[in-house]
């Protein structure tokens, strides 16, 4: 079992930056891929980026490729999303989530997921 707790959310305004942190609780957290999703009001939940169970590897999506960075740090079972540049049509709650397979795009292939931070990017 994983407990995922997020932190870090806000308002702030467009073209500002925000650090979201992900602290998982348990032995195995460089088991588990990770994966930051978010989901706008009246849509679905939307792939943001994702990291390997090492870190080596690191995905994003198309949205936020080049302002976002995900990374962890295995020794303080935490992942972050560092968000610069952010725009209005970043508004959301984010989660985060963990999964025992390959680091996906698609919200079923996580088993564990956080409570969610609300980040609000006013123009």
């Known amino acids: 079992q994983v407990q995922l707790v997020e932190s870090g959310g806000g308002l702030v305004q467009a073209g500002g930056s925000l650090r979201l942190s992900c602290a998982a609780s348990?032995?195995?957290?460089?088991?588990?891929?990770m994966g930051w999703f978010r989901q706008a009001p009246g849509k679905e939940r939307e792939f943001v980026a994702g990291i390997t169970r090492s870190g080596s590897n690191t995905y994003y999506a198309d949205s936020v490729k080049g302002r976002f960075t995900i990374s962890r740090d295995n020794a303080k079972n935490t992942v972050y999303l560092q968000m610069n540049s952010l725009k209005p049509e970043d508004t959301a709650v984010y989660y985060c989530a963990a999964t025992r397979r390959s680091v996906t795009t698609t919200t079923y292939q996580y088993d564990y997921w956080g409570q969610g931070t609300q980040v609000t990017v006013s123009s």
């Open positions: 348990g032995r195995t957290f460089s088991s588990y891929g």
